[in-house]
């Protein structure tokens, strides 16, 4: 079973920025879609990024431009890098994985912006 552990997340301003860190207890990255999700009190979990074996990458609108979802081989991680943050941004931020119908999550990690 292959678990999922982020990390990175806390408290900024707003226009500041965060690196969120998701490892994997093994490497799924070749096989794996990578994505991170987000939900905020009262509404629905939402994509954020994902990134697939192939490398490509896929953002929401409101991020484009300020988030980039990359993966580190050598950590065995996928990361989130979070800048021009704005209040909206906040919310749990959980790591998934998705291989055919097969998905794993994160217990997730807060981020909280103040403006």
């Known amino acids: 079973q292959v678990q999922l552990v982020e990390s990175g997340g806390g408290s900024v301003h707003a226009g500041g920025s965060l690196r969120l860190s998701c490892a994997a207890s093994?490497?799924?990255?070749?096989?794996?879609?990578m994505g991170w999700y987000r939900q905020a009190p009262g509404k629905q979990r939402e994509l954020v990024a994902d990134?697939?074996?192939?490398?490509?990458?896929g953002y929401a609108d409101p991020v484009k431009g300020r988030f980039t979802i990359s993966i580190d081989n050598a950590k065995n991680t996928v990361d989130l890098q979070m800048n021009s943050l704005k209040p909206e941004d906040a919310a749990v931020y959980y790591c998934?994985?998705?291989?055919?119908?097969?998905?794993?999550w994160g217990q997730g990690t807060q981020v909280t912006v103040s403006s």
């Open positions: 990134i697939t074996p192939r490398g490509s990458t």
């Open positions: 998934h994985a998705r291989y055919l119908g097969y998905n794993i």
């Open positions: 093994r490497s799924i990255f070749s096989s794996y879609v």
